[in-house]
């Protein structure tokens, strides 16, 4: 585990669910390879990685649907090693949603309280209150059948929060929606949690998702967590190129370090030359050894050719420009993208919010332009 | 163009069609109608029958001495199907848990005894049923082991063995009807379970239930059709068996088959037989509209998704 991410603060509230040393084996396949990891009451925590990389084989731990090969796992300081699953406090949103088929909406949503012998007045009153909260009261005599998709998760949503469990998980809990759907369920799922007030755990390989819900975030990658951190963390200060580049699109350039003082630091990067990179404070990394440096493309600024190259901000004339040939432009609607070749290899991503109605018609393909960026914009990554 | 392509592929289609229509008219069809003629007829003579229309046979079937076996074949062909199901919805729900490796082989053991003549599974079952056979070898060796021990400790021996009579009795007939039908249970089943959303299991047990309520309030409401499919598959069958009561059951386990079968041989009443044949082939029916009118519902609920 890379431990470059800012540590998570240390307070002094106990963690509602504590990973120690978790490693699951499937045969010879090592699922997830030593992870810890505390997670706060009230925290909305993602595991966010891409498909296979252990994200929901920890979250299965967690509810009981799979033993960790070795480790333990606590649950508001309890070790879980001797609980199954059905006798532990969390409950879990499935990304199928499991909605039992023969069973109505009320039934489906009593079925826990029923197992736990909550007597029927009680019963009846908490159902509804669910089914309510998810704004479902109308439709408790539905079948599922009946249902939307976007229903049925509410379905699913309230089966699990009416058992009041310490910690709600939810597994790709937006995945089977559609685009529209997915952004307001993403919304309803926080104002959900802060209305509840109980911790939720999502997996997740939508970056965009865990980024818009989370408050904070473990990226997993091969069975490791690689960085650890709350959104903006991941976003502004990645730890290594595998972060940089799963989270948002990023620029990336390989070079050598070949100056770092605690006021400024130059990388040499070919695909950049004559021009260096510059920033005004010191790096991790060692002089006249090779790192990456990385850069989002809206901290990139798109420079009509006028004869004189720009000077960025923070730092001396010559640094953090580089001269090329507009490739191709996407334009999005709300932003442009513009893929600048320098001819020196990889095409640079500069992202362009289209501020005017006429914004997307300053710049043409083929156009000679600079870009530029500040001197704190760039990450030097060493991994 | 279009016209003679449709001509050619017409023609394609009666050539392949036809032989196995004739085949199916001519072997199976046409004697059916016979039979079903020979049904309202009357004998004459000792080969003889005259097709009078008449609903004698018809009625003689509801004699209670026919009626009993009849019923007697329903009891037996329930207790077999009632024996598959305890037996089978274990072992098809094993093979759906059980790991990819060992599955395809699990499905290969259930329908291996398919590849075998029935005959022979029946007279192998004789061999182990028998009182020299197999199962009394064992208990025998376990008989004489206690009463050596009892020795060894001092104690008086135990009386010799005695074996026990498993064959010619309606214990064999059940048991080798479980035997040969066990697979038409299975299948379904296996199908059934096969198909359905793990997740929804691992939703039950999250929700607090344990593996046996589970079983009860998810599993088995779920797998209904195929439990139905399993029971008229293999209660259908059984109810017309002839080997297995014919060569394990005693003198008191005739089955409705072997009333038939003796009415076509050893009692030359063609036309009495041929009622009976067409009376079980009519409860067969009823046995199959039954199961399609209980899964029309599920088909329904299936299209709806």
């Known amino acids: ?383 | 163009m279009a016209a003679r392509e449709s001509t050619e592929s017409r023609l394609a289609f009666w050539a392949t069609a036809l032989p196995p229509l004739l085949w199916v008219a001519v072997f199976f069809l046409i004697p059916l109608g016979v039979i079903w003629a020979y049904s309202f007829g009357e004998n004459l003579g000792l080969t003889g029958v005259s097709i009078s229309g008449t609903f004698a046979n018809y009625a003689r079937a509801f004699e209670p001495l026919y009626l009993q076996i009849f019923a007697k074949s329903v009891f037996v062909a329930g207790v077999t199907t009632l024996l598959c199901l305890i037996i089978g919805f274990p072992v098809a729900l094993a093979i759906v848990f059980a790991s990819e490796r060992w599955r395809p082989w699990l499905l290969l053991l259930v329908m291996l005894p398919f590849w075998t003549n029935l005959l022979i599974r029946t007279y192998a079952l004789i061999a182990v049923l028998r009182t020299e056979g197999y199962v009394n070898y064992g208990l025998a060796w376990i008989w004489e082991s206690a009463s050596w021990l009892k020795t060894l400790v001092g104690l008086e021996p135990l009386a010799p063995y005695e074996p026990l009579q498993l064959l010619y009795n309606n214990f064999a007939v059940v048991f080798g009807l479980v035997y040969v039908h066990l697979p038409f249970m299975v299948l379904p089943l296996y199908a059934a379970l096969d198909r359905l959303d793990r997740s929804l299991m691992e939703a039950s047990l999250d929700l607090g239930a344990g593996h046996l309520r589970t079983l009860f309030s998810i599993v088995v409401p779920l797998a209904l059709p195929g439990i139905i499919s399993g029971v008229i598959i293999t209660f259908v069958p059984a109810l017309g068996a002839y080997l297995t009561p014919d060569l394990l059951g005693g003198p008191d386990s005739q089955m409705i088959a072997n009333v038939i079968e003796r009415q076509f041989k050893k009692a030359n009443d063609w036309p009495f037989g041929a009622a009976l044949s067409f009376l079980l082939m009519y409860a067969t029916f009823i046995a199959i509209a039954l199961r399609a009118y209980l899964s029309r519902g599920k088909a329904a609920d299936a299209h709806g998704i």
């Open chain 1, 1 to 383: 585990m890379n431990d470059a991410s800012p540590a998570p603060p240390k307070s002094a509230v106990k963690p509602i669910i504590s990973f120690r040393n978790i490693v699951k084996k499937f045969g010879s396949m090592v699922a997830v390879d030593n992870v810890s990891l505390d997670i706060e009451p009230g925290e909305f925590f993602a595991l966010l990685g891409p498909s296979g990389c252990g994200k929901t084989t920890l979250l299965r731990m967690l509810a009981g649907l799979e033993v960790p090969t070795e480790g333990e796992i606590l649950i508001d300081g309890q070790d879980m090693r001797t609980i199954p699953a059905n006798k532990r406090p969390v409950n879990m949103v499935f990304q199928s949603y499991a909605v039992f088929p023969h069973m109505s909406v009320a039934d489906n949503v009593a079925y826990g309280l029923k197992i736990d012998r909550v007597p029927e007045p009680e019963r009846k009153t908490r159902v509804q209150e669910a089914l309510d909260l998810v704004q479902l009261g109308h439709l408790a005599a539905r079948m599922p059948d009946q249902l939307s998709g976007g229903q049925r998760q509410r379905v699913a949503l309230a089966r699990a929060l009416v058992k009041r469990p310490k910690v709600l998980l939810l597994d790709e809990p937006l995945s089977a929606l559609d685009a529209k759907l997915r952004e307001a369920m993403r919304f309803e799922l926080s104002q959900l949690q802060q209305k509840v007030g109980i911790t939720f755990i999502m997996v997740t390989h939508d970056q965009d998702e865990a980024l818009a819900i989370a408050s904070r975030i473990a990226v997993m990658n091969k069975g490791s967590i690689a960085q650890l951190g709350t959104p903006s963390d991941l976003y502004e200060f990645p730890a290594s190129r595998f972060v940089a580049d799963f989270i948002g699109s990023v620029n990336m350039f390989e070079g050598t370090l070949v100056r770092d003082e605690p006021d400024e630091a130059v990388v040499d990067c070919p695909e950049l030359a004559p021009h260096a990179v510059h920033l005004p404070h010191a790096v991790p990394g060692k002089v006249n050894t090779p790192v990456w440096v990385a850069i989002r493309p809206e901290k990139i600024t798109l420079h009509k050719d006028s004869g004189t190259p720009p000077t960025p901000a923070e730092c001396p004339a010559g640094h953090n420009i580089a001269k090329g040939v507009i490739r191709e432009i996407s334009y999005l609607g709300d932003t442009s993208i513009f893929h600048i070749d320098t001819g020196k290899g990889n095409l640079i991503r500069v992202s362009r919010p289209n501020r005017s109605r006429w914004d997307q018609d300053s710049f043409d393909w083929k156009e000679q332009v600079w870009v530029s960026w500040a001197g704190s914009s760039p990450v030097v990554l060493l991994s």
